[in-house]
């Protein structure tokens, strides 16, 4: 085949893949495991604070064992699990590492309702601190998911859309999982007040 032609069937080539949409499944694949990445690291400040705080409230006297043990336990647990930017496409993995954070998301809420009935651990400072850090990480948490649902709802609309989702049939970019709470169910149910409980 002549140079020319080569070059023209490049151009050609270059030129279809990008007005099909091809860059842009790359632009937003980068863009979705980025996301994941910093929620991954959001997630990894938390482990690593936890260690610190269970230090401290081991420290007060007559402490609930149980509760510390199940915030050890739910840590251990979510560690455990080697998460990826690349597993973003594995829906499996993405439930199974998400059921685990919200292990110690539970684990954590439990810890501070029960360190309210403990003024001694309420006036400890260093304590003190470490709950303000814990409570800004799971601030940032809430942002780097909404930042990863938002990324991949746009990788989405573009693997479902005409004709872009020929491109993505043509070169397997299947719609990635998003975040999930684990009690959709629960959460959907107006809150009970009752103001006669004390």
């Not at 081991?58 to 647990?77: C, D, H, P, W, Y």
């Not at 990826?84 to 501070?112: H, I, Y």
């Not at 400072?125 to 649902?149: K, M, P, W």
Request: aromatic share 10%; charged share 20%.
């Amino acid at each position: 085949m002549p140079v020319f032609y080569r070059w023209a069937a490049a151009l050609l080539l270059v030129f279809g893949l990008t007005g099909c949409g091809y860059n842009d499944f790359q632009r937003l694949d980068e863009q979705s495991r980025s996301a994941w990445s910093e929620v991954l690291n959001q997630y990894q400040r938390r482990a690593d604070l936890i260690p610190n705080i269970v230090a401290t409230v081991k420290g007060e006297a007559n402490f609930e064992q149980e509760t510390l043990t199940k915030v050890i336990e739910a840590r251990s647990k979510a560690t455990s699990i080697q998460m990826t930017p690349e597993m973003v496409n594995d829906p499996a993995a993405m439930a199974k590492f998400q059921a685990a954070q919200g292990e110690v998301s539970s684990a954590l809420s439990r810890l501070m309702v029960v360190v309210e009935q403990y003024p001694n651990l309420k006036a400890n400072q260093g304590f003190s601190d470490l709950r303000v850090q814990l409570e800004g990480t799971e601030n940032r948490v809430t942002v780097a998911r909404n930042r990863y649902i938002e990324a991949i709802q746009e990788y989405n609309v573009l693997a479902r859309s005409f004709p872009s989702n020929l491109t993505a049939m043509v070169f397997s970019y299947a719609p990635k999982a998003n975040f999930q709470v684990e009690n959709e169910a629960a959460i959907t149910q107006p809150p009970k007040v009752d103001f006669n409980k004390p």
